[in-house]
């Protein structure tokens, strides 16, 4: 069964560095997907993707955030200047469609730790 | 304020027994809700979408209920077993194209022999 893929599983990085979190959607899907969870709380939407371009960003994706498709599978999270507060976990979707009820199916996260 | 509140925040059961989960939201617009079932350290995986429709969705040994009027839903599960053992998020779409989802904290089940 089709799934989507996340790389790493576990990224440690220091205050400030840069961290890229890599995805893999499943492949005939169109839409992508960012979300994160932070330890003991609940998961939190970041970023939609469409066609290229963001669909729709909640707060929490400042300017320190950005996604970018890069070739054709791959869907990725940049993190520039990385705080203490942005160790989590970061979960990708992606979806056949949107409008209905089209199911998001997930990545199995990458932890990101940052000390 | 767009909110998503389970009940009870955890659930011992022993197996084979049925248990029931809630949800309430105040999210709107409303497009769809979802059930997931999370297990640690994993991707939620979802068990059931419903729109603002339908009053019952069912998967299996799970099945959910929505009461779109009082903004309600249920998830019962039947005939538990170890394997359920899980986190169950009820998860309700900001807007009609239902790309931003909005997360409930979940209810943690832990099912005992």
Known sequence: EPEVTQTPSHQVTQMGQEVI?????ISNHLYFYWYRQILGQKVEFLVSFYNNEISEKSEIFDDQFSVERPDGSNFTLKIRSTKLEDSAMYFCAS??????AYEQYFGPGTRL??? | KNQVEQSPQSLIILEGKNCTLQCNYTVSPFSNLRWYKQDTGRGPVSLTIM???ENTKSNGRYTAT???DTKQSSL???????SDSASYICVV???QAGTALIFGKGTTLSVSS
Request: aromatic share 4%.
């Open chain 1, 95 to 100: 979806s056949e469609g949107v409008l209905g």
């Open chain 1, 21 to 25: 979190l890599r995805c893999v959607p």
């Open chain 2, 93 to 95: 779409s900001l807007n």
């Open chain 2, 66 to 68: 929505l009461d779109a």
């Open chain 2, 76 to 82: 019962h599960i039947t005939a538990s077993q170890l």
């Open chain 1, 113 to 115: 730790t940052v000390t």
């Open chain 2, 51 to 53: 729109t603002f429709s």
